[in-house]
C-alpha cells in the first residue's frame, strides 16, 4: 500500500500551524523586546538582553539635555509583552541659575533645575544687604541658553556711625559698610582699654558692630625715684601722667651727675620714666681736730687735717687766744660737699654727745670770721682769729653769705 503524497492545501496548513506552535512558544516566554528610542534621551539597559513582564528601564537625557519636571522617563513590561508608553521628557534648558554674593533665589526657584528659554527667576537680598529701588532682581534664560547678565540690585546695609573715641582714632572705611572692619588706637600716652577692633556684622535683620568703642586712658608713672643728697624741685606732685616732668637740686656742697630733669614716657601700654635720676655727688671733707676748747678758755691749734676723695692735706695754724665763756671741750670742724673747698662748711659738736653746741663768744685781738652751721642760717661770730700770711686761706675759705 502506497502513502499518499499530501495535498499542497495539506502542506500549508501543517507551516501555518507551526508557525503558530511557534508564536505561542515565545507567547508563554513573557518577554518583551528591546524599548525603544526616545527622543534625546538613551535607555539605561545596564546590561540586561531579556526583559520579562514588569521589567522596568529608565531613560536618560542626552547631554545639554534635562528631565522636564512632571514627565515620566521609565517603562514596564506589560503582560501583553509591550512596553509602556513614554514622550518625549528631556529638553534643552539653562544651567542652574548663577549663585550671587548679595542676592539668593527665591524658595520657589530653589531646587529647579529646568530651565527652557523664556524662563525667568528671581532673587532676593541677602541679610546683611538692602535692595536698590529700581532694579530688577530677576534674571531670563535667554535663546542661548544663558542667563542674563544680573544688576547690583542688593547693596550692603551700614552699620551704624561708632562715635568719636577720646583721646584716641578711628582707623579703616569711613562707610561702615557690612563686612568692614575698623580699628581703634590712642593718642600717644593714652593705653588702650577694650578691643583692638570692631566688625560690622549681621544682627537679627540688620548689622551691627561686634564691640563697643573702647576707652583710652592716660599712662601714669609711678613716683620719681628720691635721690640721697638732693630732692624734688619743680614738678612734684600726687600723680604723674604721661609727659609731665619732674627736676631735681642737689642739697649745697653737693654736684648733680646726669639729667635734672626726667618725664614720664610710655613703653607701650606702661608709664616709665625717661631716664634715671641724677646722683648727688660730692667729697666729704673734714677739719678734725682743729680747736680743742678747754675750761680756761685757751684754744690749742693741734693740726689740721683736709680729708677728700683725692688726697690729705695737713696745715698747722697759729692763733691767739680767744675767751669762750662757760664751755667744755668742743670739736670744731668744717664739712662740705665740693670737690673744691673754697666754700666749707662750718658745725660745732660737743666731743661727747656730737649735738650741735653754741657756746658764748667773746672779742679779743684775732680777725673776725663768720660762718655758718649745718647748712642753715645759724650764724656764729668768731671774733679775733688770728692768721700769718702762709694760712690765709683758712679765712677766706668759710667765708659765707
Known sequence: MSLARPSAPTVLCLIGGLYLLLLSAFSCLGDCSPPSEVPNAHPDLKGLSSFPVNSTVTYRCNED???????????ICLENDQWSEISEFCNRSCDVPPHLRFAMLKRPYSNQNYFPVGSTVEYECRLGYRRVIGLSGTLTCLQNFTWSKPADFCTKKSCPNPG??????????????????IYFSCNTGYKLIGEKSSLCVIMGDNVGWTEQLPV???IYCQEPPKIENGRIVRGEREQYVYSQA???ACNRGFTLIGEDTIHCSARGDEGEWSGPAPQCRGNRVLYSHIFIVTNDATINIVHLSLHTCESTFVQLIPCSVITIAKVNAFFFFFETGSH???????QWRHHSSLQPQTPGLKRSSCLSLLSS?????????FDNFAYDASNHWLADLVKEE
Open 216 to 218: 583710652c586712658r592716660e
Open 65 to 75: 539635555f534635562v528631565k522636564i519636571p512632571g514627565q515620566t522617563d521609565t517603562v
Open 340 to 346: 673744691s673747698v673754697s666754700r666749707p662748711r662750718v
Open 246 to 248: 619732674v627736676m631735681y
Open 164 to 181: 568719636e573715641l577720646i583721646n584716641g582714632h578711628i582707623n579703616g572705611t569711613t562707610d561702615f559698610l557690612f563686612g568692614a572692619t
Open 373 to 381: 652751721w649745718d647748712f642753715r642760717a645759724h650764724l656764729f661770730n
